[in-house]
């Protein structure tokens, strides 16, 4: 597969997901490796970065999209815990917000994606209380970044 460069969006997010996918291959034939590590990892290049050319661009389409309607269709279920996100661009940005800031937390260590829950979390100010708090298995997550890559897609060809 030839990939855009590594200095584009697109690039980067395809090499991420071509390693994300390879090291789950890896953990299914035995191999040593931490598959909720490189998931949580992997939100560099499949949330933070696009997020931030998405902004630059102005393209607001995914406000168009809502969570409910999104979970009628097969994707993941987020449990927000405190505040709100009826959209996806509202959820994308919080999630970009709490792994930025490494507001991140997970319900154990386990190496296992179906075992562990990720929290993330995000405030208005540096010290400030957590005004939106989300979580979701990270299988539910994995779920969740790899629909939003091919969603990604859709906003490459528009934004091209």
């Given at each position: 597969?030839?990939?855009?460069?590594?200095?584009?969006?697109?690039?980067?997010?395809?090499?991420?997901?071509?390693?994300?996918?390879?090291?789950?291959?890896?953990?299914?034939?035995?191999?040593?490796?931490?598959?909720?590590?490189?998931?949580?990892?992997?939100?560099?290049?499949?949330?933070?970065?696009?997020?931030?050319?998405?902004?630059?661009?102005?393209?607001?389409?995914?406000?168009k999209y809502k969570l409910n309607d999104?979970?009628?269709?097969?994707?993941?279920?987020?449990?927000?815990?405190?505040?709100?996100?009826?959209?996806?661009?509202?959820?994308?940005?919080?999630?970009?917000n709490a792994i930025s800031h490494r507001?991140?937390?997970?319900?154990?260590?386990?190496?296992?994606?179906?075992?562990?829950?990720?929290?993330?979390?995000?405030?208005?100010?540096?010290?400030?209380?957590?005004?939106?708090?989300?979580?979701?298995?990270?299988?539910?997550?994995?779920?969740?970044?790899?629909?939003?890559?091919?969603?990604?897609?859709?906003?490459?060809?528009?934004?091209?």
């Amino acid at each position: 597969m030839k990939y855009e460069g590594r200095n584009t969006v697109w690039g980067f997010r395809d090499r991420v997901l071509k390693n994300l996918m390879f090291l789950g291959f890896a953990r299914n034939m035995g191999a040593d490796v931490h598959v909720v590590t490189e998931l949580i990892t992997s939100l560099l290049g499949l949330i933070v970065f696009p997020y931030e050319e998405i902004r630059r661009s102005g393209y607001t389409s995914f406000d168009k999209y809502k969570l409910n309607d999104l979970t009628h269709i097969g994707w993941p279920i987020w449990t927000i815990e405190i505040g709100s996100s009826d959209h996806l661009d509202d959820l994308v940005r919080h999630l970009r917000n709490a792994i930025s800031h490494r507001r991140i937390f997970f319900s154990s260590d386990s190496r296992e994606l179906e075992a562990v829950e990720v929290r993330f979390s995000d405030c208005k100010s540096p010290k400030g209380p957590y005004d939106w708090e989300a979580k979701i298995n990270a299988a539910e997550l994995q779920k969740f970044v790899l629909l939003f890559a091919d969603l990604l897609k859709e906003w490459e060809r528009d934004y091209s």
